[in-house]
Every structure is written in C-alpha cells, then in structure tokens.
C-alpha cells in the first residue's frame, strides 16, 4: 500500500499522513494514533523523501560512537547518550548512531553529516586541535560540540565544563589542607579535557610555588582497572604522593580498592579528589569513605546540548553561544590533612 | 548543489554517487573518498529517498530507548548497545534510537518500524505475553528479539541467556554448600528474565523439598543503590537467609557495601552469587571477595544479534532460529559453606 492508498483508505490527507508518521505536533493525537494504527496493520511504509517534503526535516540527531573488538563500552557515553535522548524524545526527535573504529571517527562524521539522514550532529570526545570543528563549519548542517578544541578559535557552538577552574579549585583545597605532592590520574593523553585539568592542577600547584611532577602524573582510560593499576604505580614510590587527583568517579573506583589493599584510608592516609560525572551507577557518597569530587552532571549537559540543537534545527537560526558550566566543588570525608 | 550537479562536477555517475555516500562496498576506496570530500565541499546533502532508489536499503538498525526524567541511565544498556554497534560498524550499517518514556514504549516502537529510516528492528526489555512480538509479525520488517516472551508461542527469531538453567545452578551449588534459607535480589516485576530466574530457584529449592519464602524474594532496579537497600532489608531480619542471588553485578555492589557495613564477609559469614552480564566496569574478580557468578556476555549477545538482523536485512532470507546460550557458573570466594 502506498501513501495514496492510505490516503483514500483513511479520507485523511497524505500530507497528514506524513506529518504524523513523522511525529509532527500539528496532527492531533487522536488522528495522529489511527494513522500510525492503519500504517500497522496495513504494512504500510512511508517513503522517507515524501515526509521530508511534507515537513523539511528529518527529526533526527546524528553522533558518532567509538566502538570495536578492543574499546571497552564506555559508562560515560551512556550517560550523556541518556541526557540526548531525554531531550529528543520530548521534542519528538530520535537519534542515529554511527558507529565506528576510533581511529575512523573524523572520517565516519563526514559520512553522517553527508548523509541526508540526520538535522543535526553532537559531536564529542574533543581532541586539542580537532579538525573536526573546522570541517563541520564547512558543511550545510547545524551542529553542536559537548566540550572544546584547545588551539581553535571559540567561535562555534558549544557546552563545556570549565575543567581548568574544577582542577585548579581541587588543588587548593588540597594545599589548604598542606599537601604539595599531589598526583593526577587524568584520562586518555590529546583529549582537550585532559589537557585542561592538567592545567588547571599545574596552575594552582605554580601559584603556590610547587610545580606538578612529571612522575605524579599518569595518563589511562577512565575505568576501574585503569585507577587500580596507577594507584599501585604511584603508592609503590618511596617519595609517594599525599593527595590524588581523579579525572573520573570510574577511576576513584579502582583507586579506593589499592588503598584497601593496602590498608589505607582515604582522607586519613591519603586524600583523595575524584571528577564527579553523576554517573548513577558510582555515586561519591556511597565510597566506603564519602569522596570529595568536583561535580557536573554529563547528564544534564547532553540534554541542554541536545536541547540547542533541536532549537537551531526547528528555528532554522544560527546558535553561536560558547556555554561553559562551572563545575562545583563538594568536599566529603575522602580529603584531610596532610600528616608531615 | 543537488546530486546531478555533483556528478557532472565528479564526472561520476549519480547511482555511484549514492552507492559511495551510503557506504556500499561496491565502490573502490578512493573513488568513494573523492565523493565524500567533493559533497563536503560543496555542501551538498543527498536525498535519502535517492539513495534508497540506488542501494534498496537505508543500512540501519532501529531500537528503542527508555528513558525520561526519573527513569536512571542502565548500564546494561550502554553495554548491549556497545555490541550492537561493533557489529553495524563491520556491516557498514548505523544505529536509529528512538528515545521514549517507558509507559510508551510500544507506541514508540510501531512508530520506529513504520518510519521507513530503519531496514531492521531490535527488541529489548521483553516483557511476559510481550504484546510486541505479534505486532512485529504483522509488520513488513525484519526484526530480532533479544531475550523471550513467556505465555508467547516461540516461533519468533530471538537469542536468549537460559535464565532458568543459570538460576537453577546457582541455586544447587548453594543448596550442594547446606544453604537453603536462599534469597533472591531480582530484576523489576514483568519482564521475562526475571521471571524465568525466580522459577530457576524456585526449582532447584523444590527438588530439594525446599520452597522458596516469598519474603525471601525482592523486585528492583538492578543498581548499587537497590541492592543496598533490599540487603539491609533481608540482613535486619531475624531469620535472615544464608545466601543470596542477585541478578545482576550492579545490585552485587550495593549488596556488598551492605554486608561490609555489618561487617560481615561474602564466603564466610553470607553466600553471595550475582549474574555477571560482564559489565566492563564491574569486574566480579575486583570486588573485596571475588564473586561467584553465572556469566554471559551482553555484549557479545548484542553483536550475535546485530549479526543475525543485518544477515537477514542483506539476504532477504526470514530468520527463525530461536538461540539460547548457556550461562557459565564461575565459582569464586564469595561461596562458602552454610555455617550450622
């Protein structure tokens, strides 16, 4: 059955028809339900050209995922793939995944954008550097970042956290409290974030006329196993540090685990500062001692994201904001003095 | 610049063009990167219904998200979806998700189907007498079901962890050990797999002339902050049980925390088994006691899945094998003998 036939079959219009199928709040809801019933039964399929032509749009949001034999699920992209997802589904928008090899991302972005498939692309995992923006810039399609490129110039759309400011308060609650070997488990090396927070501990750690330790600082994917095994690098030194800093509730995880190996409290032995994503599955308070975290939901920021997209999708204007939320900074029972 | 315009620009013909934006294999590596870089540059955005016109197919899985603002991102989400992805990625095929409040999930499912974006469906979250499954068959699509239906005739194209039989282990081992005040931590109320686990134990307990206590039973979100709080709930009781299940590694955690807090030790002071979906982030060898699990990889069962729906998409060829894959029993330290 074609959408004429449906058309006739219903006595309701195929522009209709198509502003229904499409998730189009013209249509009432109870016209709306005995399209989509009659599509059902009747094994009806709309040709997607014909609702574009009747709408304009696709209703779609378009990201690429990192995925492979070798890259573990991510509980990050989850979480912010849950905030997208909020905000589509009221706004009766969906989502189109790419996924692809890591090392393809930029490739497989390009293929997305061209691809007629999507209005709008959320573009993530930001490098220092990263051509992606660039690129983007020169395509019909709007777009918007979750994070920043160090190096290019902030003139396109984007929501990030002031990871620089998060980092550097950690720090000085840390040198409030006396210590200055203090160590950072940061996420992967190139990734803006990462280099941000980097700053951001080096900045404050310089203010007080200490300097951030080559061998305090380690690089890792943001999990349980990954927190473990720098821990035990870094308590294994002689001159070991006083105080930690995470770059994710992930890798407080395993970090707390080689402290309770090894008989250790945190904020009595050694103080302990994890990035607090929200993530529900690690919430800060239910650490065997509470973790002092610098906090900003992914959450909430994958749904304004998503939220300024759908507006510069429907409204057809242009979204040139630079939106960075300060993350904030909750002190808990993981952080102490430094015993001398 | 509309699709004639870039092939006399290319001097390439227009189906090749769409084969190659479509990631069809058919077009040579350089051509296809001549096509990708020429419609960035001119902006051009092809007609979807054209590239259907050329290839047949959209190259897409469809599913649906649950979610909203009370509903928490589910980690075993992110994990299938992560397998889902790898496969597609092989396949050249992409995801669309539709995100939706849980109450509407079958709307939002009969909608995806007859939206004409997507070649294929998965299904998730099956329910008892799922409703789903006979309107999927009365559609013109292809679709895969991941879990089963209890109360609906199996003649569907599913891959299932033999729920039963895995609960059923866990529980003889227990009982083997000299438990048999056993308590269930399980999944929500109403879906399928929660249901097949309760008559795993429930079976086991009986052919030993045991019955499972109702109280001994909880229904909850599967996460650390659930299963927190029905340990708490079974520990409080006088005649608390000997040993638990729990349904997932994530109610595992809270569980723990919950017996750490009493100072009570898995293996020795309580019996504590989990299932083991093989959540990258929970590792059953990294808790305090290693656990004892049943495990099967939802990861892997996402990408057999993807596999399965794509080779049907490609061929044309109905699928109808129903697959059911044997959950491991790994006994580690969090088993012991019932203490008398």
């Not at 074609?2 to 009432?28: D, M």
């Not at 009766?92 to 090392?103: E, K, S």
């Not at 300097?211 to 305090?216: A, E, G, P, S």
């Amino acid at each position: 059955m074609n959408l004429k036939q449906l058309s006739q079959h219903l006595g309701i219009s195929q522009t209709t028809i198509s502003r229904a199928l499409n998730g189009y709040p013209e249509v009432n809801a109870e016209t709306r339900r005995k399209i989509i019933d009659a599509a059902q039964k009747t094994g009806y399929r709309p040709n997607v050209a014909a609702q574009r032509l009747a709408t304009g749009k696709m209703g779609s949001i378009g990201l690429v995922m990192p995925t492979g034999p070798d890259y573990q699920s991510d509980v990050h992209f989850g979480e912010f793939l849950s905030g997208l997802g909020e905000a589509s589904a009221r706004n009766g928008f969906h989502l189109v995944i790419m996924p692809t090899d890591p090392a393809n991302e930029e490739n497989a972005l390009k293929e997305l954008a061209v691809s007629g498939s999507v209005d709008g692309i959320y573009l993530a995992y930001m490098k220092k550097n990263d051509p992606r923006i660039e690129m983007m810039k020169g395509l019909s399609i709007p777009f918007m970042v979750h994070g920043r490129s160090w190096g290019v110039e902030a003139d396109y759309p984007f929501l990030d956290v002031d990871n620089e400011t998060a980092f550097h308060d950690a720090t000085s609650l840390l040198l409030q409290l006396g210590h200055h070997n203090i160590a950072l488990l940061n996420g992967p090396e190139g990734y803006d974030f990462t280099f941000r927070r980097h700053r951001g501990v080096e900045a404050a750690l310089g203010e007080s006329g200490y300097t951030l330790r080559q061998d305090n600082v380690s690089h890792s994917i943001m999990n349980d196993e990954a927190g473990f095994l720098k821990m035990e690098q870094l308590l294994s030194r002689a001159d070991r540090p006083t105080a930690i800093i995470c770059a994710s509730t992930a890798l407080a995880l395993g970090a707390v685990r080689s402290l309770n190996h090894r008989g250790l409290k945190p904020g009595r032995d050694i103080s302990l500062i994890a990035h607090d994503d929200v993530l529900p599955l690690l919430k800060p308070v239910n650490f065997s001692v509470p973790l002092t975290t610098t906090r900003s939901s992914l959450r909430a920021a994958g749904l304004r994201i998503a939220e300024r997209l759908i507006k510069q999708i429907k409204s057809g204007q242009p979204d040139n904001q630079q939106e960075l939320w300060k993350a904030e900074l909750v002190v808990r029972g993981s952080t102490g003095p430094a015993r001398v």
